[in-house]
């Protein structure tokens, strides 16, 4: 699934190459991506609309044309593409839309579970998400304040959206291991000290990623449809079994909430 690196490396890029395109034709392939309205709805409000700014909001993407909002949320294999007119379609196509200027914006998903939202008088936008870790207001302070009085895994309150948005397995693993953390710690354990560590930690990563374009482990890719660099640069997500980089012990993993958790159990306490 894409995270927050992922989703604003998408955000960027079509921030540059859809602000001031119209909409001249939509196609919708996959009804029932379309959560909540009718594929008709959906074609009169974004033909003739121009694209005005793309903001992201955890990991929703929120096109914006004029009043109106148009939101993706890519879940575990959506892809958003910008393509130029004529290129063959691909399998699993859910939306088209045809741009002016011949160009598309294509909506890919494989697994079929990417969600469209349409609200073509502004509407709620996503409601019920946490603090954005790269924001001003994710301090040190607000992480501890996060984990005060939390019984769970710290791994599973970071993957938790309604506390943080945006992060995800891959990048909570990651910062786990920076920070020195088993990802199964109770929250309200973690020492002022291990809350220091852990928030420049996910910090430091997220802005890695981004500068690397993502982590393209799966069916990644951005929007000009080119895969991410930082799976280079994993030291424990998705490598149960492998040597630590740090002191050479085998990598564990466990389970948290459903979800694998890779750590050292040497360098993490």
């Known amino acids: 699934m894409p995270e927050l690196p992922e989703v604003e490396t998408i955000r960027r890029i079509l921030e540059s190459k859809i602000i001031g395109k119209q909409v001249e034709g939509v196609e919708l392939y996959l009804r029932k991506a379309l959560r909540n309205a009718f594929?008709?709805?959906?074609?009169?409000?974004?033909?003739?609309?121009?694209?005005?700014g793309v903001k992201r909001r955890g990991k929703f993407l929120i096109l914006e044309l004029g009043d109106a909002r148009l939101i993706f949320h890519l879940r575990m294999t959506g892809q958003l593409l910008v393509v130029k007119s004529g290129t063959p379609l691909p399998k699993h196509l859910s939306l088209r839309l045809l741009?002016?200027?011949?160009?598309?914006?294509?909506?890919?998903?494989?697994?079929?579970?990417?969600?469209?939202?349409?609200?073509?008088?502004?509407?709620?936008?996503?409601?019920?998400?946490?603090?954005?870790?790269?924001?001003?207001?994710?301090?040190?302070?607000?992480?501890?304040?996060?984990?005060?009085?939390r019984r769970c895994a710290i791994k599973a309150l970071l993957l938790n959206q309604q506390h943080i948005a945006g992060l995800g397995n891959i990048y909570a693993d990651e910062s786990l291991f920076r920070a020195g953390i088993r990802p199964d710690r109770r929250a309200d354990s973690l020492t002022a000290a291990e809350i220091r560590r852990l928030h420049r930690a996910i910090r430091a990563v997220l802005r890695e990623s981004l500068t690397a374009g993502g982590t393209s482990v799966r069916n990644y890719l951005n929007a000009e449809g080119k895969q991410g660099a930082f799976q280079n640069e994993l030291r424990v997500y998705g490598r149960k079994g492998e040597p630590c980089v740090r002191c050479g012990t085998p990598l564990e993993r466990i389970k948290i909430g459903g979800r694998s958790s890779c750590f050292c159990p040497r360098c993490q306490s």
């Open 99 to 149: 741009l002016s200027g011949d160009e598309e914006l294509w909506l890919v998903d494989q697994r079929k579970f990417a969600t469209i939202d349409w609200l073509p008088r502004g509407g709620q936008l996503p409601r019920g998400l946490g603090v954005e870790p790269l924001a001003a207001e994710f301090t040190g302070q607000r992480l501890g304040d996060i984990c005060q009085g």
């Open 39 to 52: 594929p008709e709805e959906l074609s009169g409000g974004l033909r003739g609309a121009v694209f005005t």
